[in-house]
């Protein structure tokens, strides 16, 4: 079953903009990653911030996790044009046969 | 290069066919997955092998049978194609449980199209 919703589905900014994306998910987690996908390819690992952290930054990317309202956010900044891609948030569940289950996806759209 | 490689990348065939997909990697993970990603870009896990051990087996019609020869390879087998099964199947690989902090890595997708 999906577990993480991401929120809003589609968005469209102008170059230089901040992207701020939101991800909610339900059950317990051990870590939640965000993902990035152009269009016709694979997915690529972006970030990775483990439930005892709050915070975490990589390059022009900033995630934050608040596991009481068990949801999250991917912030963009200085967006480019090469930011365009679907954005997934994933979570990895704990317990037994954990594994990575993704939300519906983000459409981020930068204009030049 | 390290990667995860699959193949083939387009795959066209007729209802009732039986085809094959190649994954392998050489990041050294000991874990390998296979995803599907519907028209809708909804991605679902459907099996995930560890050191060739099946340890993920989601609610996937028995039609598909994932076979492991080492823990570097997974192939996906897929017998009397439907045309449901139409869509973009996707090998990953990890570390096993994410112990090591790092996230999936995947390949670039096969996209079959039953007609």
């Known amino acids: 079953s999906q577990q993480g919703e991401e929120d809003p589905q589609a968005l469209s900014i102008q170059e230089g903009e901040n992207a701020t994306m939101n991800c909610s998910y339900k059950t317990s987690i051990n870590n939640l990653q965000w993902y990035r996908q152009n269009s016709g390819r694979g997915l690529v690992h972006l970030i990775l911030?483990?439930?005892?952290?709050r915070e975490k930054h990589s390059g022009r990317l900033r995630v934050t996790l608040d596991t009481s309202k068990k949801s999250s956010s991917l912030l963009i900044t200085a967006s480019r044009a090469a930011d365009t891609a679907s954005y997934f948030c994933a979570t990895y569940n704990t317990g037994a046969n954990s594994k990575l289950t993704f939300g519906k996806g983000i459409t981020l759209s930068v204009r030049p | 290069d390290t990667a995860v490689s699959q193949t083939p990348k387009y795959l066209v065939t007729q209802m009732g066919n039986d085809k094959s997909i190649k994954c392998e990697q050489n990041?050294?993970?000991?874990?390998m997955y296979w995803y599907k990603q519907d028209s809708k870009k909804f991605l679902k896990i459907m099996f995930s092998y560890n050191n060739k051990e099946l340890i993920i087996n989601e609610t996937v019609p028995n039609r598909f049978s994932p076979k492991s020869p080492d823990k570097a390879h997974l192939n996906l087998h897929i017998n009397s194609l439907e045309l449901g099964d139409s869509a973009v199947y996707f090998c990953a690989s990890s570390l096993r449980g994410n112990k090591a902090g790092y996230g999936y890595t995947f390949g670039s997708g096969t996209r079959l199209t039953v007609v």
């Open positions: 911030i483990r439930s005892n952290e």
């Open positions: 990041l050294g993970h000991d874990t």
